[in-house]
Nanobody, 128 residues
Framework: QVRLVESGGGSVQNGGSLRLSCIAS????????MGWFRQAPGEGRIGVAS????????SYADSVKGRFTISRDNAENVIHLQMSSLKPEDTGVYYC?????????????????????WGQGTQVTVSS
């Protein structure tokens, strides 16, 4: 069984920064690909970034490229999402997710159907 616990959300002004963290525990084979997803109010969940724990390959949604960085600390079983130059449209609940997919990150690994385990989410609010 895999468990994911997110932290680091909060409220910031337009242009600010936040760092989200996801502590993962449990079966490593079920969390070989890790992702961050955002769900804005009244909208569906979309993939923001993913990272493969094997080769550290990453993938980002076009809307966050150059502003967000996903990273991992295997020793600590933590996945981070560093968010800079935040915009009001980045507002939403951010979820950490785990997949058993054993391959490189790519644009298609931002699809939520690939992920079987989800955290409880952490709120990020960016005001203009």
């Amino acid at each position: 069984q895999v468990r994911l616990v997110e932290s680091g959300g909060g409220s910031v002004q337009n242009g600010g920064s936040l760092r989200l963290s996801c502590i993962a525990s449990g079966d490593r084979k079920r969390r070989q690909l890790m992702g961050w997803f955002r769900q804005a109010p009244g909208e569906g969940r979309i993939g923001v970034a993913s990272i493969a724990t094997g080769d550290s390959s990453t993938s980002y949604a076009d809307s966050v490229k150059g502003r967000f960085t996903i990273s991992r600390d295997n020793a600590e079983n933590v996945i981070h999402l560093q968010m800079s130059s935040l915009k009001p449209e980045d507002t939403g609940v951010y979820y950490c997710a785990a997949s058993a997919f054993n391959g490189r990150s790519a644009s298609w690994t931002l699809g939520q159907d690939l992920y079987a385990v989800w955290g409880q989410g952490t709120q990020v609010t960016v005001s203009s």
